[in-house]
Nanobody
Framework: QVQLVESGGGLVQPGGSLRLSCAASGSFFSIYDMGWHRQVPGKQRELVAGVSSGGNPNYADSVKGRFTISRDNAKNTVYLQMGSLKPEDTAVYYC???????????????WGQGTQVAVSS
């Protein structure tokens, strides 16, 4: 099995910055895509940013130019550097990882437990 453990959430003022981290651990063959979603009560979870195993990023339009996603394959960790934060960025942020448990096996999608980000003055 695979565990994803997030850290770095908290309360920040508008215009501020936060860095989220998500480390994968457990027994697996390889990690492929990694990324972050967010969710506010009453709304669907939405993709914030993703990064391929080769390091190619993609972003939601709402965060382009403000957020940067990166990964450290040696540490099985994905990061989300969030800048110029706005109140509408307030949400629970979940990391995800697409993993193969065995070389010839299927892909599985795992989720972290979520970390709260609150942007408020």
């Amino acid at each position: 099995q695979v565990q994803l453990v997030e850290s770095g959430g908290g309360l920040v003022q508008p215009g501020g910055s936060l860095r989220l981290s998500c480390a994968a651990s457990g027994s697996f063959f390889s990690i492929y895509d990694m990324g972050w979603h967010r969710q506010v009560p009453g709304k669907q979870r939405e993709l914030v940013a993703g990064v391929s195993s080769g390091g190619n990023p993609n972003y939601a339009d709402s965060v382009k130019g403000r957020f940067t996603i990166s990964r450290d394959n040696a540490k099985n960790t994905v990061y989300l550097q969030m800048g110029s934060l706005k109140p509408e960025d307030t949400a629970v942020y979940y990391c995800h990882s697409r993993v193969k448990l065995e070389a010839a096996g299927d892909f599985y999608l795992y989720w972290g437990q979520g970390t709260q980000v609150a942007v408020s003055s």
